[in-house]
């Protein structure tokens, strides 16, 4: 999935990278349920508890991360038109 979410980025136009950054966030979500259930087997179990705690940080992190990212994007359209020089009626 982020494969695919990562060639729609690339390959698409803007309207349909929406749609491949719906894929790929999809993606990380199911690598980190993926990463999540695999360090419950690998890890000790007296250690468990630190080692969820801080993929849950680094999840956090990245969903504040994704927060910016769609505030941001949100405001990019609005920054476009301001920018652009007035047009002139004849």
């Known amino acids: 999935m982020l494969a695919l979410g990562g060639l729609g980025f690339t390959l698409t136009a803007v309207p349909l990278g ?12 199911l690598l980190e349920v993926a990463a999540t259930t695999r360090a419950q087997q690998l890890v000790p179990e007296g250690l468990r508890g630190r080692v969820i705690g801080a993929l849950m940080g680094v999840n956090a992190l990245g969903l504040t991360l994704d927060a910016a990212l ?12 301001a920018q652009r020089p007035p047009s002139r009626q004849a």
Do not use: I, N
């Not at 950054?21 to 990380?28: E, H, N, Y």
């Not at 769609?70 to 038109?81: G, I, K, S, Y």
């Open 18 to 29: 929406w749609g491949a950054a719906l894929v790929f966030v999809t993606g990380l979500g």
């Open 70 to 81: 769609a505030l941001l994007a949100a405001l990019w359209p609005p920054a476009l038109r």
